[in-house]
């Protein structure tokens, strides 16, 4: 496989439930980056990781929570979610220093 | 802080016809730009982007992007757009933090064809 792969594609979860959102990327790159999509509303930014280390977050809620193994996998581990975290959540890679993000196509989250 | 503004939130054009989207951002220094293009359901991909040197800039599916200081502004064009175009488009700013940060994104803009 070539790019940046995220699965599942679609995840419908009750406000109850723990899952986990998972991406790879082969690309070789070094920083991984979490960004949510909402209708009407610009990409968010949620975590980045550079080196395996995370950098930022951006005051996500804590029912959120990344995990970077390596520098090939991202992680976001979903507990206790609202409905209104529904959302696209897009994964994406770069290597650090040109500023070029490559995107995988997404997880579709539904909080019931 | 940097931000994107993309002040066209729907645009529509008739097939054949040329193509203009425009972003404007804001951001103290020059800035590394991009333009992204999202079909439904899809990721994001890369059209084109802007780091230094010519203002004028090629992309992918014959887009191209001007870089103009004076304006801030990096105006994303196609001079005859396809059926397939049909998608949201959203200019993005790095403000020079080699991607460590992240980009900032614009709201984006839906394109809409009309046969």
């Known amino acids: 496989e070539t790019g940046v792969t995220q699965t599942p594609r679609h995840l419908v979860m009750g406000m109850t439930n723990k899952k986990s959102l998972k991406c790879e990327q082969h690309?070789?790159?070094?920083?991984m980056y979490w960004y949510k999509q909402s209708a009407k509303k610009p990409l968010e930014l949620m975590f980045v990781?550079?080196?395996?280390?995370?950098?930022e977050n951006n005051s996500v809620p804590s029912r959120f929570s990344p995990e970077c193994p390596n520098s090939s996998h991202l992680f976001l581990h979903l507990h206790t979610l609202q409905p209104e975290d529904s959302a696209l959540y897009l994964c994406?890679?770069?290597?650090?220093?040109?500023?070029?993000?490559?995107f995988g196509e997404g997880s579709r989250l539904t909080v019931l | 802080a940097q931000s994107v503004t993309q002040p066209d939130i729907h645009i529509t054009v008739s097939e054949g016809a040329s193509l203009e989207l425009r972003c404007n951002y804001s951001?103290?220094?020059?800035?590394?730009l991009f333009w992204y293009v999202q079909s439904p359901g899809q990721g994001l991909q890369l059209l084109l982007k802007?780091?230094?040197?010519?203002?004028l800039v090629q992309g992918i599916k014959g887009f191209e992007a001007e870089f103009k200081r004076s304006q801030s502004s990096f105006n994303l064009r196609k001079p005859s757009v396809h059926w397939s175009d049909a998608a949201e488009y959203f200019c993005?700013?790095?403000?020079?933090?080699?991607?460590?940060?992240?980009?900032?994104f614009g709201k984006g803009t839906h394109l809409i064809i009309q046969p």
């Open positions: 994406a890679s770069s290597q650090s220093r040109t500023g070029e993000l490559f």
């Open positions: 690309l070789g790159h070094n920083a």
């Open positions: 990781y550079s080196l395996e280390e995370r950098v």
């Open positions: 951001y103290g220094a020059t800035p590394y």
């Open positions: 802007y780091f230094s040197g010519d203002t």
């Open positions: 993005a700013v790095d403000g020079g933090g080699g991607g460590a940060d992240g980009l900032t």
